[in-house]
């Protein structure tokens, strides 16, 4: 792709299409500006923080649940990973093992047993306590 074919294509954006992308590029710069990369391998502990793998039991149907704490963009709820920034992951933030918590739901609170805080070894599978 030659510069030439760039300048002439980038003419020919909308200037709000333009706009937008500049505003966007400028988000994208400040979150990478605030960005802090934690190993999670070098994480231990019973506290929940960023990057614990979270074993809970819902007391009212003595369900398990396992949810790991991640940051938004790798948050997928279908695979049990939630971004730190959700209503779950707020409640279990300074929690231990052994702690009751209290989760607000859409239908209703919801009240767990944290069984398990485990942290992940030396990549996926080889969580360590």
């Given at each position: 792709m030659s510069y030439a074919w760039l300048r002439i294509r980038n003419t020919k954006l909308p200037r709000q299409d333009q706009e937008f992308n500049e505003v966007r590029i400028a988000e994208l710069e400040d979150k990478l500006s605030r960005a802090e990369v934690i190993d999670v391998s070098k994480l231990s502990g019973d506290t929940i923080r960023f990057g614990a793998l979270v074993t809970l039991i819902d007391e009212d149907r003595d369900e398990k649940k396992v949810w790991q704490?991640?940051?938004?963009?790798?948050?997928?709820?279908?695979?049990?990973?939630?971004?730190?920034?959700?209503?779950?992951?707020?409640?279990?933030?300074?929690?231990?093992?052994?702690?009751?918590?209290?989760?607000?739901?859409?239908s209703g609170t919801k009240t767990y047993k944290v069984r398990e805080v485990e942290w992940l070894g030396n990549g996926p599978g080889n969580p360590q306590t």
């Open positions: 704490i991640v940051g938004e963009p790798e948050a997928a709820a279908n695979k049990g990973k939630i971004s730190v920034t959700s209503p779950i992951a707020r409640a279990l933030i300074g929690k231990n093992k052994g702690d009751t918590v209290e989760i607000e739901t859409p």
